[in-house]
């Protein structure tokens, strides 16, 4: 692809340099190939964000395939902060008051000695990823006719990765069912660059780039959390692209500033639990809702700080857990990638402008997928029909918040399941 009058541009790198902290700044020759913009991008946790400028218009470059690889030494000064590492005292027993000290040490101490990230690197890029833009995306093409799109939103604390069990599952053909699957990582999250995208933003950018490179006119959209957010937004916006919209929550806004007069008994006692279960475990979200910018910069330049914040988090959330690697797989992508700070500002901005109300309603058909050990429960099937066109509803014997990474099975075939029910044909 030659595009006459490609000038030099000026490209941002991200976490070029463990010690400053910030963005490094590269330059490379403006695409007169597409093989040279691909040659670019291979480089230690570093991601080019490409648009080239030509006549004095701004061109968006197709999608480049991207290899994750993480520079030696960001890896050692991440060795050397925990070897240096300094715990307080233990002010409380188990995990009553946050990440148990005992297990954070042991966790350290299997970070600093044992984990092997460069075979964790290694097995993420068995899955083909992609950048665009500010998009780090995994995109997984079936290989066989008929194939569904797939898109796959995932949340907070975690990235696209939340998947990488289950996204070969989807591109195999299981019971006349197989997916081309898209798992983008949304802004501000490990390897997408730090923007203060909203969720509306967010959605339409995705929108842009199924529809626009990569060509799918309709997909399936599944997600959970902020997924769940993104995805509904993209139904909302975009009702001719979504065939069915697949969620394991029913979203934060569908329980704000309800009447409490309107409400059926389930719903009222669902409510009340929640409240309950908020106000126990949910310091965390006022934190990150009014602070972060106090929090940000404890979690950017101690790696303590950021495996105890986040395994607090995946301890709450869980059923049956994960093991050691998983766990500090997801914690050293944010290390590296510096991007906790950017991660946990959606909270702030979710708190200063929502992006969905309850009065808000999505018509294309749902298929819910409830893992019991969910936070906050789970919801009645009345209050998650006062927003969504709800077809179907099922109840998963096991599973958690992060149902798709601790219960890869269960959640792949609840996925068939509902395709298949609900007739979604492409």
């Given amino acids: 692809m030659t595009i006459p009058g490609a000038r ?19 330059h490379i020759p403006a695409l007169k190939s597409y093989a040279a913009g691909r040659s670019a991008v291979r480089a230690g946790c570093r991601r080019p964000v490409v648009r080239l400028r030509c006549g004095g218009q701004l061109f ?18 991440l060795y050397l902060r925990l070897r240096r590492a300094r715990l307080p005292r233990d002010l409380g027993i188990g995990w009553e008051h946050g ?44 290989g066989l006719p008929g194939a569904v799109p797939l898109v796959l ?6 990235s696209c990765f939340r ?36 969720n509306r933003e967010t959605a339409r950018h995705i929108w842009r780039l199924l529809t626009q490179e990569l060509g799918y006119d309709r997909f399936v959209v599944s997600g959970g959390d902020g997924g769940s957010v993104v995805g509904q937004i993209l139904a909302l916006d975009h009702p001719q692209s979504v065939s069915l919209l697949h969620l394991t929550d029913i979203g934060w806004h569908a329980t704000m500033n309800l009447d409490p007069k309107q409400v059926s008994w389930s719903e009222k006692h669902f409510l009340e639990h929640s409240k309950k279960s908020f106000m126990k475990d949910g310091p965390y979200a006022m934190l990150q809702s009014t602070r972060p910018r106090d929090l940000a910069p404890a979690f950017n330049d101690s790696p303590v700080a950021l495996a105890s914040w986040i395994l ?10 994960f093991t050691r690697d998983e766990l500090l797989t ?14 946990i500002w959606s909270y ?27 936070a906050g429960g789970v919801p009645p099937r009345k209050l998650a029909e006062r927003t969504l066109n709800v077809q179907r509803r099922s109840k998963l014997p096991q599973g958690s918040h992060f149902g798709a990474l601790e219960e890869p099975e269960l959640y792949v075939q609840d996925v068939i399941d509902a395709v298949k029910e609900l007739q979604v044909i492409h």
């Fill in 163 to 198: 998947y990488q069990k289950v996204i070969p599952r989807f591109a195999e053909m299981r019971e006349g069912v197989s997916f081309h699957v898209i798992a983008p990582t949304l802004p501000g999250f490990p390897l997408s660059p730090a923007k203060h995208h909203s």
């Fill in 312 to 321: 607090d988090r995946f301890h709450s959330w869980s059923d049956r857990g």
């Fill in 348 to 374: 702030y901005a979710e708190s200063r402008s929502p992006s969905l109300t309850n009065q808000e309603y999505v018509e294309p058909p749902v298929a819910m997928a409830l893992f019991p050990k969910d």
């Fill in 60 to 77: 968006s470059m197709p999608p480049i395939p991207y290899s994750l690889h993480i520079d030696q030494p960001m890896l050692d000064d």
């Fill in 99 to 142: 990440t148990k000290r005992s297990f954070l040490r042991e966790l350290l101490e299997h970070w600093e000695e044992r984990f092997d990230w460069r075979a964790q690197e290694a097995h993420l890029n068995e899955l083909p990823q992609f950048i665009w833009e500010d998009l780090h995306f995994v995109h997984q093409r079936s």
């Fill in 153 to 158: 939103l995932h949340g907070w604390p975690d």
């Fill in 8 to 26: 030099r541009i000026r490209v941002g790198i991200i976490g070029a340099n463990p010690d400053r902290g910030g963005a490094a700044q590269a």
């Fill in 330 to 343: 997801n914690i050293t992508l944010y290390w590296v990638t510096q991007a906790i700070g950017s991660s």
